[in-house]
T-cell receptor
Framework: EAGVTQFPSHSVIEKGQTVTLRCDPISGHDNLYWYRRVMGKEIKFLLHFVKESKQDESGMPNNRFLAERTGGTYSTLKVQPAELEDSGVYFC??????????FGPGTRLTVL | DAKTTQPTSMDCAEGRAANLPCNHSTISGNEYVYWYRQIHSQGPQYIIHGLKNNETNEMASLIITEDRKSSTLILPHATLRDTAVYYCIVRVSNSGGGADGLTFGKGTHLIIQP
């Protein structure tokens, strides 16, 4: 069974540019989560999809971040425009129920 | 979700049992104890979870005290690949409310010594 995959693995952009991160959850998992770890800080929850609906987006830092999950399969997280403080590692996770969450390898974002 | 307290770091000799403690004195009756770990440069990995009974799976054992105010994760035969940051997380599981996202603290950096 394929795990959670994320693309790209690394992204380096300049301040003010736009970046789109993609997450492919485990097949059949209705729940999809986004988290991030910025430098020196703890891993923080961003938002949770159930199928294509946003169930909880309380962790989204501001309106420069837009997450979508059209069709309830893969999800994208767009940062526009990117700021220096957005640098970090963005993790995606999926789950069938609310118990175990399976995490992807993360996307390392560097904003210069 | 209840707050958890873990030691910042621990060492363990390879082949020995690693015992990682966690305090969660404000845990509520419907909150489960979860353990995840993050091996360097990888995404977090689920290990085990429990409500009040001790649990065991192929990775580890979870011992929860009778008053549920603390727990211990046991890796029975630690290997070098078990070097990671281990997170103890308390949250409501299954349906019926509670935050959906996991709240990661600072965790315990477990170093397995050869």
């Amino acid at each position: 069974e394929a795990g959670v995959t994320q693309f790209p693995s690394h992204s380096v952009i300049e301040k003010g540019q736009t970046v789109t991160l993609r997450c492919d959850p485990i097949s059949g998992h209705d729940n999809l989560y986004w988290y991030r770890r910025v430098m020196g800080k703890e891993i923080k929850f961003l938002l949770h999809f159930v199928k294509e609906s946003k169930q909880d987006e309380s962790g989204m830092p501001n309106n420069r971040f837009l997450a979508e999950r059209t069709g309830g399969t893969y999800s994208t997280l767009k940062v526009q425009p990117a700021e220096l403080e957005d640098s970090g590692v963005y993790f995606c996770a999926s789950s069938q129920g609310r118990d175990k969450q399976f995490f992807g390898p993360g996307t390392r974002l560097t904003v210069l | 979700d209840a707050k958890t307290t873990q030691p910042t770091s621990m060492d363990c000799a390879e082949g020995r049992a690693a015992n990682l403690p966690c305090n969660h004195s404000t845990i509520s009756g419907n909150e489960y104890v979860y353990w995840y770990r993050q091996i360097h440069s990888q995404g977090p990995q689920y290990i085990i979870h429990g409500l009040k009974n001790n649990e065991t799976n192929e990775m580890a054992s979870l011992i929860i005290t009778e008053d549920r105010k603390s727990s211990t994760l046991i890796l029975p035969h630690a290997t070098l690949r078990d070097t990671a940051v281990y997170y103890c997380i308390v949250r409501v599981s299954n349906s019926g409310g509670g935050a959906d996202g996991l709240t990661f603290g600072k965790g315990t950096h477990l170093i397995i010594q050869p």
